[in-house]
């Protein structure tokens, strides 16, 4: 008999952790698993009934996803209805607070047992969601070092498990290169403008310009375009004829194995703020982390912020070791220098090296967070 299974990942990030935490649980489960839910490519490899693929749904900030509520609301409608249905005993759900927090709600009384994966991030803001979690979960799994006593002050069951960016198998440096065609003496840039439409058209055209700048002014510069699963057809057209009026390649991020395994060939990003900026951090690629949002998001988020960084990196650190180029400071030649001071200061590669230690020995996220939901489904 089928064991139905809930998984929701609203993000291209989320949608990759909660894939290999999903294929750990159905390799020790077995067969009978029958997972179903909203994400995107790395989800449906796995096998999981898709009501709606993210690639639809993604959007950014407080202001942009307004275009997109009517697409929320069904999506939503679906999965409560689905669960009504199908009665799973458990679910895991993957960041996206605000989506993720209603459905919670609506499931909790249906008797599912919920594991909330990658905590909202109270210490940044709102801190007040901390309560709305505490009685709607019945495990958080956080994915830095310093979350999990901040949670349970706030009485929820938290454990750190590590950030899933730790579970990819990077390739040696040499091997990176050759796989990108990236010659041994060039300094090489990764150009990763986000999973977001929002991101990619905010932030693209001046990483672009920099990345040329930089290049015009060094004698060998080498760089590649990183595109995410998450973008629709349209940002992804766009992407491209950007890159190619400066003869930059273009690569598709797999799903599954997002960018992870290819960064060791680079010396520097160009990031949108996010789960990259960890991932270069962790891959030894020191980052440049640009944000830019609406004026309205930007104006919540002055009122809201309780953290002076806006790179994760930095946050962990404590202080402000990469540089962050935010809202009407993103110009390409406020990028370009940045570029510059992260290929040609040492301190900021050292730096990297400091925030893999901070997040210490947790390597395996999805082997731990199998190893909770196991006992909450049925024999």
Request: glycine fraction near 6%; charge should be positive; aromatic fraction near 6%.
């Amino acid at each position: 008999m089928s064991e139905p299974f809930l998984v929701v990942a609203g993000e291209a990030s989320g949608d990759r952790a909660a894939a290999a935490a999903l294929r750990e649980l159905a390799r020790q489960y077995g067969p009978d698993l029958a997972p179903y839910g909203f994400g995107g490519a790395a989800l449906r490899r796995e096998g999981v009934e898709l009501v709606a693929d993210l690639e639809k749904t993604t959007a950014l900030g407080i202001s942009e996803p307004l275009g997109r509520v009517k697409d929320l609301v069904q999506v939503y409608r679906a999965l409560v209805d689905k669960t009504r249905n199908r009665r799973p005993r458990a679910a895991l759900l993957v960041n996206y607070t605000e989506f993720n927090l209603k459905l919670a709600r609506a499931i909790r009384p249906l008797g599912v047992r919920i594991l909330w994966y990658v905590a909202p991030q109270i210490w940044a803001w709102r801190e007040g969601r901390a309560k709305e979690l505490r009685g709607l979960v019945d495990r958080l799994c956080v994915i830095l070092p310093f979350e999990e006593a901040l949670w349970r002050r706030h009485g929820v069951d938290a454990s750190y498990v590590g950030h899933p960016a730790r579970e990819i198998t990077a390739l040696p440096w040499k091997e990176a290169r050759t796989v990108l065609g990236l010659t041994e003496r060039a300094k090489t840039i990764a150009i990763l403008p986000g999973s977001r439409a929002h991101e990619v058209t905010s932030l693209l055209p001046a990483m672009i310009e920099a990345y040329e700048r930089v290049r015009h002014d060094r004698a060998s510069v080498d760089g590649r375009l990183f595109l995410a699963p998450s973008l629709d057809e349209t940002t992804r057209a766009t992407a491209k004829k950007l890159a190619k009026t400066v003869a930059l390649d273009v690569l598709e991020v797999d799903a599954t194995a997002g960018i992870g395994r290819l960064l060791p060939a680079f010396d520097a990003a160009l990031t949108a703020s996010g789960t990259a900026s960890l991932e270069c951090t962790i891959a030894g690629v020191v980052p440049v982390v640009a944000y830019k949002v609406s004026l309205l998001t930007e104006l919540s988020a002055r009122l809201l912020l309780r953290t002076p960084h806006v790179a994760l990196p930095n946050v962990l650190l404590g202080r402000r070791a990469f540089d962050e180029v935010l809202q009407r400071d993103v110009t390409a030649k406020n990028l370009a220098h940045a570029l510059a001071r992260a290929l040609d200061d040492p301190a900021k590669k050292a730096a990297c090296g400091e925030v893999l230690a901070l997040l210490g020995d947790a390597c395996a996220p999805s082997k731990e967070v199998a190893r909770i939901l196991l006992p909450w489904l049925g024999s």
